[in-house]
């Protein structure tokens, strides 16, 4: 039949795709900031975030923490705890209670706000025109810039499919009993957080990376010291695998791959995929309308701004790591541009977090990176072993460590594993965004007792002043 399409007669100022971390941050702040706004999304409010992914999992993390501890952790403590059980179903229904509370947050502050929520499915026809299929048809609306923020999905194997007994972060969320056997594939964030939640539970997870460094990302002490607690914890790691095969049988997979020069046969429940996500750019706009690199990648400059200028695209769907909080600043800071405002983002100082336990945190650059790029730097290092409130609280696994410039003494990196290792990191980067220095950094009074001290410790480390470890003679 003839498509016919209703002309909303409205011309917004600014038209959003997606409603994640990226795009219902960006239509509060253009909204706030008195413009017309509408977000069309086609799946959930708040996006894989808040739906399959960083909320959900954190949530499924605690609980299942709160098992592990309870069984492995409490008697040290004098806590015994006979017949502890695991309702798995309770456990589900608990986050599906958080992600509720949290979507219709988001669904109420669009309302608030007065942004326009649409259901469907976008596509750019145009430089000011979208076209929206949903249920009752389809819409063409017009806007003066359009943000694109459709996110990411996880990333297949060619040789292993999503199925039955395969699945991606999402389905890893949401299994009805616990697995006896689970193989992860991909020791990234995903997978470490994924295989230390069911293996707490009493799966039997065995990491399969095929890399062979363990998170390279980490300077080599800091890196070494999680493998060996993950593996400590009971997560089988097995860096630097090859040739991985998987084929069904009755009562799951069977796996075989090459490790170490030698084959290596598992027979496991589920598999998960962890080895990364692709952004969703698929169908998104006609033609070659913007530039997309062979990644699948919108370019855009350094403010997000694509080659149509009136078009911008923010979050994991373009460079950059794809992580809630830097999708959520790119939108703040776009829509900002947009309302000729001076908004710049530092991309050199984005923290990461792996949800692990102890947790793993970083910011800044690495000792590697450093020597790579022949800074004169100077580092400093403190473990939780001397902390007394992390050894009062039993958590006295992990250390700070981190680098300074030689010469204008300004913190350039940071990496923490162990407790509260995000917040830590979070102190550090406040010093780091502000310029200060190790010195001025150093005379800050940090409460006793806390695990933060561990930073202004390592601080002290740096320039042989500190007080609970063997400072080391000689500078770095």
């Not at 048809?137 to 810039?145: F, I, Q, S, V």
């Not at 999708?327 to 776009?334: L, R, T, Y």
């Not at 100077?378 to 981190?402: D, T």
């Amino acid at each position: 039949g003839p498509l016919f399409f209703l002309i909303e007669l409205i011309m917004y100022d600014i038209l959003i795709i997606g409603s994640g971390p990226a795009g219902y941050v960006a239509a509060i702040r253009a909204a706030q900031l008195g413009m017309t706004v509408a977000c069309v999304e086609k799946g959930f409010v708040g996006g894989t975030c808040l739906n399959i992914g960083c909320i959900p999992s954190k949530t499924l993390l605690d609980t299942s923490l709160k098992h592990y501890k309870l069984v492995n952790e409490y008697s040290e403590h004098g806590i015994e705890a006979k017949d502890v059980r695991i309702d798995l179903h309770k456990m589900m229904f608990r986050k599906e209670e958080v992600i509720k509370q949290l979507t219709t947050g988001v669904e109420a502050l669009f309302k608030s706000n007065k942004v326009n929520l649409i259901n469907g499915s976008a596509r750019i026809i145009g430089n000011s025109y979208v076209e929206v299929q949903s249920d009752d048809g389809n819409t063409k609306l017009e806007a003066k810039n359009i943000i694109i923020a459709t996110g990411s999905s996880p990333s297949e194997l060619e040789e292993i499919k999503i199925g039955n007994h395969v699945v991606d972060n999402e389905g890893a969320l949401k299994f009805q009993t616990i697995p006896k056997s689970i193989a992860v594939i991909g020791a990234g964030v995903i997978g470490l957080e994924l295989g230390s939640l069911w293996s707490r539970l009493g799966s039997h997870v065995t990491v399969i990376e095929a890399q062979k460094e363990f998170l390279p990302m980490l300077d080599q002490r800091i890196s070494r010291q999680a493998s060996r607690e993950f593996i400590n914890q009971g997560l089988d790691i097995k860096l630097g695998c090859e040739t991985l095969k998987v084929k069904e049988n009755s009562n799951g997979l069977d796996i075989s791959f090459n490790y170490k020069n030698e084959e290596i046969a598992l027979e496991v429940e589920k598999i998960i995929l962890a080895v990364g996500r692709k952004p969703n750019t698929k169908d998104l706009f006609s033609g070659d309308l913007l530039t997309i690199d062979e990644k699948g990648f919108i370019e855009v400059d350094e403010y997000c701004q694509t080659s149509v200028k009136n078009i911008w695209a923010i979050g994991d769907v373009v460079r950059g790591p794809m992580l809630a909080h830097k999708a959520s600043e790119e939108g703040v800071m776009v829509v900002e541009r947009i309302a000729k405002k001076e908004a710049v983002l530092n991309y050199k100082h984005i923290p990461n977090v792996i949800y692990t336990h102890p947790e793993v945190a970083w910011v800044g650059l690495n000792a590697s990176q450093l020597e790579e790029q022949e800074v004169d730097f100077k580092s400093g290092y403190f473990p939780f072993l001397a902390n007394g409130r992390a050894l009062a609280s039993g958590e006295s696994i992990g250390s700070v460590y981190i680098t300074a410039d030689n010469e204008t003494d300004k913190i350039l990196g940071l990496q923490v594993f162990g407790p509260s290792a995000a917040e830590i990191v979070q102190q550090g980067l406040i010093a780091m965004d502000n310029g200060v220095t190790s010195e001025d950094f150093s005379k800050t009074i940090f409460s006793h007792p806390t695990v933060s001290e561990a930073l202004h410790e390592a601080i002290l480390s740096m320039n042989n002043k500190a007080i609970h470890i063997q400072n080391k003679k000689k500078i770095n």
